[in-house]
Nanobody
Framework: QVQLVESGGGLVQAGGSLRLSCATS????????MGWFRQAPGKEREFVAS????????AYANSVKGRFTISRDDAENTVYLQMNNLKAEDTAVYFC?????????????????WGQGTQVTVSF
């Protein structure tokens, strides 16, 4: 059973930066594609970014492209989300997830394992 624990969320002013981390355990990290999703109050969970095995490929939602960067450290079994130039609309609970699918996917249902989430709040 793969376990994921997010950290690094918090309160930041618009234009600021945060770096989220997701530590994994209980599985073979290098076998999984990893993703970040977010969910704002009253809204559905949405895709933010994903990264393939060994960081071979990445994908981003249009809303975060150019501002967010996903990366992974296979030696540390950790995936990161560097978030720069944050905007108020980035406020949400951010979740990391692991997928054993062959293709890099943006669909939440394709991810088998999820963390509990970390709150990111961006103030005006």
């Amino acid at each position: 059973q793969v376990q994921l624990v997010e950290s690094g969320g918090g309160l930041v002013q618009a234009g600021g930066s945060l770096r989220l981390s997701c530590a994994t355990s209980g599985g073979t990290f290098i076998r999984y594609k990893m993703g970040w999703f977010r969910q704002a109050p009253g809204k559905e969970r949405e895709f933010v970014a994903s990264i393939g095995r060994s960081g071979s490929s990445t994908a981003y939602a249009n809303s975060v492209k150019g501002r967010f960067t996903i990366s992974r450290d296979d030696a540390e079994n950790t995936v990161y989300l560097q978030m720069n130039n944050l905007k108020a609309e980035d406020t949400a609970v951010y979740f990391c997830a692991a997928s054993g699918k062959d293709l890099l996917t943006t669909t939440p249902s394709e991810y088998a394992y999820w963390g509990q989430g970390t709150q990111v709040t961006v103030s005006f």
